[in-house]
């Protein structure tokens, strides 16, 4: 059973600061691995979604590797902001049998809380 | 639509009355995922529908929890005789066949 978690569980930085959030799964038999952003009441948004084949994404401040053998995604957050405030959280979708499709269930981690202090 | 909507935003009900909750996808995708995030926990798979494929329910959590999806689009979850543990936000979302999932920004549960 594929196992997700995030450490650290929370993280408070100052304004400015460059940060890694670390992700870690059990089984390595993964489809893609995506990394949401969750504001307070609000659903879950996507910020980057690595693919099995791939090492990396980036999208503007945002760069998340992914290590598919050691089992392990970071996500780095360059010249953080307090709009960067929210919990993040990582999920990772599995590999379902011999084609390679995706199973279509997400397993989540329990998430980092980031606090971006002005 | 523009994205995935869910109603009620916030529903409270006492222990043991029954309670329905509602999804609408983004209009065309075929796939449609019920998850529940429990304070202190990661979210946790409920159930899936495809097209007209029968439902994965392999997550619901007891007897006590169905969903079902009209006409291939919205979707409601109907929790009967609720239990203080059964409070959590559910989260609903949808997709194309093997696409991304959006999520809504789900219901807010609290059982009294």
């Known amino acids: 059973k594929q196992e997700v978690t995030q450490i650290p569980a929370a993280l408070s930085v100052p304004e400015g600061e460059n940060l890694v959030l670390n992700c870690s799964f059990t089984?390595?038999?993964?489809?893609?691995l995506q990394w949401f952003r969750q504001d307070p009441g609000k659903g879950l948004t996507s910020l980057l979604l690595?693919?099995?084949?791939?090492r990396e994404q980036t999208s503007g401040r945002l760069n998340a590797s992914l290590d598919k053998s050691s089992g392990r995604s970071t996500l780095y957050i360059a010249a953080s902001q307090p709009g960067d405030s929210a919990t993040y959280l990582c999920?990772?979708?599995?590999?379902?049998?011999?084609?390679?499709?995706?199973?279509?269930?997400?397993?989540f981690g329990k998430g980092t809380k980031l606090s971006v202090i002005p | 639509g523009a994205g995935v909507s869910q109603s009620p935003s916030n529903k409270v009900t006492e222990k043991g009355k029954d309670v329905e909750l509602r999804c609408d996808p983004i209009?065309?995708?075929?796939?449609l995922y019920w998850y529940r995030q429990s304070l202190g926990q990661g979210l946790e798979f409920l159930i899936y529908?495809?097209?007209?494929?029968?439902?994965?329910k392999s997550g619901l959590p007891s007897d006590r929890f169905s969903a079902e999806r009209t006409g291939g689009s919205v979707s409601t979850l109907t929790i009967q005789r609720t239990q203080q543990e059964d409070s959590a936000v559910y989260l609903c979302?949808?997709?194309?066949?093997?696409?991304?999932?959006?999520f809504g920004p789900g219901t807010r549960l609290t059982v009294l």
């Open positions: 979302a949808s997709s194309s066949v093997q696409g991304r999932q959006f």
């Open positions: 089984d390595s038999a993964i489809y893609n």
């Open positions: 690595i693919q099995s084949s791939q």
């Open positions: 999920a990772v979708r599995r590999r379902w049998g011999y084609s390679g499709a995706g199973s279509y269930q997400l397993t």
């Open positions: 209009s065309g995708h075929t796939a």
């Open positions: 529908f495809q097209g007209n494929s029968a439902p994965d």
